[in-house]
Structure formats: C-alpha cells, structure tokens
C-alpha cells in the first residue's frame, strides 16, 4: 500500500499469499482478479508470480496500480513478471499509471515528484512491453485501463494549453492513454489552494459552488447579493 493511502509499511510475500488463498474463486477454479496498490511493486513482483505457480493457486489476473516514474526504473522487473505470468496463464493489467498530466510546470504546481518526460518514458515502454506480452499484459483505455489526468486546473494559461495539444498530438496519448473523461483539479476548502480560491473569491466579490468540502472553482462564479453580508457563507467553506 503506497505511503499516501496511510500505511508507510511493506507486507511479506507470505502474507500476501496468506490474502490471495483466501480469495473465492471462478467457475474455472482460478482465483478471482487482486489489485496490487503500490507506488512501487514491481521489484518483488516476478517473486510473487513464481510463488503463486509454485503453490499452485490458479490466479486469473492481478491488476497494478503504480506510479510512472517507478514503471520506468522496474521496467526490467515487469519484463520478467511478464515472462511468469504467460507460463502461467496470469492477466497483468497495468489499470492506473498517476501521470496526472505531462507538462513540467503543472507537474510542479501538482507537487508529483515527476516530470512530463518521465511520464513520456513510461507510456514507452507500456508500448513496448504490450508488443511484446500483447494477451498478457493491458495497459490502454480502449482495454478498460483508466490513468489519472487531471483536467481543467487552476493554473492553466493559453501557452500551456496549447503545449499539452501539441504533446497530445506528437505522442498519440488519445489512442490509448487518455481517459474517456478527465477529473478536473479537487480543490478542498482547508487546504492551502482552498484559502487561495477564498482571497480571489473575497477580492472579485464571487464565490464558487461548494460541493460538500470541494470547491467547484471551474465553474462559473456566482455574483454576491449586495446588501447585507448573508451571502458570506458561501465564501467561508
């Protein structure tokens, strides 16, 4: 489980061989779909395939959910969990890589930990890897895989609009990477980005649709009534 979902720890392969015996199984005695949700599984990962097949628990398909920087660095790692997983008959689909979005100075605004030639690097070999393992191995949305992009964002200027559709367009992204319907920026109201949208709302005399603890910011604004200053709950959440 990554560290951003609260649990800064790693479990042993017997433990989780403990979690897969237990999982029910299908109609052809293979053990229904697990969801490895990890930043960075891919380094024990072919040893986790090799003692699935040793103990012969008969799996159908484990999904990975990972970061893109981390795909890219266990590259070799996922080549060789490939090779297992055909011997035994294993679906890997790759189901959600957080690219979040492939221009450097949203990628900073986001705080990723990435760059846009990073993200780039891992739909590479994502590439590569489905040429090579084409009935082992998912990764596109036309195959169900859905990979984070956030879209609209609070940060977006015409020059960095036009940069994305061009990278859009160099490198294919809508043929197989970007979702059917992106997310756009969640913007809570106690965080620092909330007390933000509060100084513009306050400074232009609007306020944005709240959506129980989001702020619907790309949306359009609705005026302050004049008068009294009842309509000022809407700007304090």
Not at 54 to 75: E, F, K, P
Not at 180 to 207: K, V, Y
């Amino acid at each position: 489980m990554a560290v951003d979902r609260g649990f800064g720890a790693s479990l042993g392969i017997e433990t989780v061989m403990d979690q897969i015996r237990c999982l029910p199984e299908t109609p052809d005695g293979r053990k229904i779909p697990v969801e490895l949700i990890n930043e960075n599984p891919l380094p024990r990962f072919p040893d986790l395939l090799r003692e699935v097949a040793r103990r012969g628990d008969r799996l159908s398909q484990i999904n990975l959910t990972l970061r893109a920087d981390y795909l890219s660095a266990g590259v070799k790692c996922l080549r060789e969990a490939l090779g297992v997983a055909n011997d035994s008959g294993i679906y890997v689909p790759l189901s959600s890589i957080g690219s979040e979005f492939f221009d450097d100075a949203i990628l900073r605004y986001l705080n990723k930990g990435l760059t846009g030639e990073k993200n780039l690097q891992a739909i590479r070999h994502l590439r590569q890897l489905k040429e090579a393992y084409p009935d082992q191995m998912g990764y596109s949305s036309k195959e169900g895989e859905i990979h984070g992009f956030i879209h609209p964002r609070a940060w977006d200027t015409k020059e960095i609009t036009a940069r994305i559709r061009q990278t859009m367009c160099l490198y294919g992204l809508s043929n197989d990477i970007l979702p059917p319907h992106s997310i756009p920026l969640i913007i809570h109201h106690a965080s620092g980005l909330g007390d933000w949208m509060r100084e513009i709302e306050q400074r232009e005399g609007f306020w944005f649709r709240r959506y129980g603890s989001i702020i619907g910011w790309w949306e359009a604004p609705n005026e302050l009534p004049s008068g009294n200053g009842c309509a000022r709950s809407g700007i304090t959440a």
